[in-house]
């Protein structure tokens, strides 16, 4: 049962992908072909259908064309030679080609010998539309150019709004010229540049030969035996002229681009003429032009122009013009002269670029690079200028008839005459000037950030010198009262305690010994105190050592036989020695009142540099604290010289206690004093 379930669900699969890609319909006509979509024709649908060969282009492409439409076949080595008019049988695969599907992998039969199929006539938009791709046509129009190359020659074709490149298939030699500016109809195939987007870049045409050209209406025999048409007769209003054809110009040389264009003078005006001739032609040469009229930016000139020279020369010069006469156009492609100012410069690729000005009109003068041979000058000259007027860009005004130029460039030849330099910039240029304010600028800024920094040494210094007269003049009078204090009442208990001793040892009575002996210990107390206070008094440990290990070697007697612990948060600075001098005090003071009055175990000095420019310092200690509410004793001053100490710095004092939770004394104070 099993092997027989596997079986019938491989049959429904196979069934449902026949369903899905079930055989491709065979396409039976060119119209089918063509219409086919992009991203189904490399599917290789089979191709099967009759159609007459209208071109054959060796080696590469067979065109054909049914009743329905034209297509093409990939050429292969398999494909038996075929000729124009005959009838074949295809059979093949689609593929998707440049612009539309062609048929690739064909085999082919010939049906018939067939005559060649009559060519649709068609115009220029047509062509351009891509509609009749690939299919036999014909046009007509006049022969603008013939240019010959390695292969074949090119034959340009002037018709409707639009120019067509027109080439055989296979070498051929070039027409007689003379076939230029006729008349002909042509018979062949419609293709065109295809770009990587299958886009039809410019349309063109392909025939079997130039007998494939016949000419209409022949071009005058001798062609420059025609008369010639002045320069300001070009293009405009002639009810009898012959549209399209070329004409005759007779003028003077004023300027050449080699390869280019040629720009002539007449009695009028001048002219640009568009040639690809690479003759050369020196200023002054009188020569005639053949050339067909068209409109460039804003007046006439002429394309596809031959020159012929003639015997004359005469000398040419520009001519000069106000800057409004230019700016309005009145002299497109003539030689003209005009002054005005360099405010840019630039070497734009292979040509040099300035940026000039004449008063308020800014335009463009132009000139090859590898040409100029004269001097350049420099932004801000004002220099005369000597070449070709060229209208750059033109308008329309609405609802107007006129057409009206925008900008121009003046064309020059880089020769001397071109650029001469009339009075030179001053040394004070835009760019020097703004460097130079741009250093004065960065002088004083940096006098400004010399002089803050000057100004907070001095300060700094300031701040430090009056510490250390303020350090001096404590320290002189500490020791001054310490040698009063040693030479006068430390000096007279000295005296009443060797008093004492002598009156204990003559006392017969023991009740009078007892009262002298002590006396003599409350003497010895005060001298000691008052040792310990001289002491204090040139004391100078901060003057050496930092705060901490100053606090440390003032409590360490007091705090014997205890856990002492001074932690230092942040990084420790100098501390002035008069506030070193005071905390040094408060610290002593709070651990003597811990050790004598709280019988503290362990004590902790904090001295936090983080809050800067502040000192924290914090005395905390475990003993048996007391009630902060009640009054002080009388008799004990600690706490209120601590809080008098710290109130004449300038700072905070805190106090917490609670009886059996130990105390906790903290002291903020400025580390700068003022």
Known sequence: MRPFLHLLLLLLCAFAAWGQYGPLPTLASARDLRNLPLAEADRHYPVHFRAVVTLVEPERTIFLRDETGACFIRWNKNLPEVRAGQEIEIQ??????????????????????????????????????????????????????????????????????GTLDVYPVTDETAPDEHLVDAMVRVSGIAAGYINDRRQLVAPHLRIRSFSDVTVLDPAPAEPFAIDPTPISELLRFAPNGRAGHRVKVHGVVTQQEPGSAVYLRDNAQGLRVRTAS????????????????????LSAELEDAVLRRTNETVAVSPTAVPIKDLAAGKFDADYVEVEADVRDIVFDRDRLRLTMQAGDTVFQAVAHSPAVHCEIPAAGAHVRLSGICQVTEATQPTRSFSTRARAFEIL????????????????????????????????????????????RQVRRQTTLIREQVEAVTIADERQRIAREFHDTLE?????????????????????????????????QLLQAGARSFVWN??????????????????????????????????????????IGHELLRVAQEATANAVKHGDAQRIAIILDFNISPRLRVAIEDDGAGFNTASAVPAGHFGLIGMRERVEKLGGEFGLRSESGKGTAVEVVVPLETT
């Open 92 to 161: 093949g695969v689609t593929y998707s080609g440049l612009y539309l599907a062609g048929i690739g992998g064909a085999k082919v039969t010939v049906v018939d010998e067939g005559n060649p199929l009559v060519p649709r006539r068609i115009t220029y938009e047509q062509l351009a539309s891509g509609q009749y791709h690939y299919d036999w046509v014909e046009v007509r129009g006049i022969v603008r150019s013939i240019t010959p190359s390695d292969k074949y020659s090119v034959l340009k074709l002037a018709l409707g709004n």
């Open 491 to 523: 000096q007279e208990l000295v005296g009443v305690s060797l008093r004492l001793d002598a009156a204990a040892t003559r006392a017969e009575e023991s009740k009078l010994r007892e009262l002298l002996t002590g006396a003599q210990r409350l003497v």
């Open 537 to 578: 008094l040139r004391d100078r440990s901060l003057a050496t050592q930092p705060l901490a290990d100053a606090i440390r070697s003032a409590v360490e007697n007091v705090t014997a036989g205890r856990q002492l612990e001074i932690l230092t948060l942040g990084e420790a600075r100098r501390v002035p020695e008069v």
């Open 412 to 455: 020059l030849d880089g020769s001397p005459p071109s650029i001469r330099i009339l009075r030179r910039p001053s040394w004070w240029t835009t760019q020097r000037l703004t460097i130079a304010a741009g250093s004065l600028l960065g002088l004083a800024v940096l006098a400004l950030i010399w002089a803050a920094m000057l100004r």
């Open 278 to 297: 690479t003759e050369t032609f020196a200023p002054g040469q009188v020569v005639e032009a053949l050339g067909f009229p068209a409109m460039g930016t």
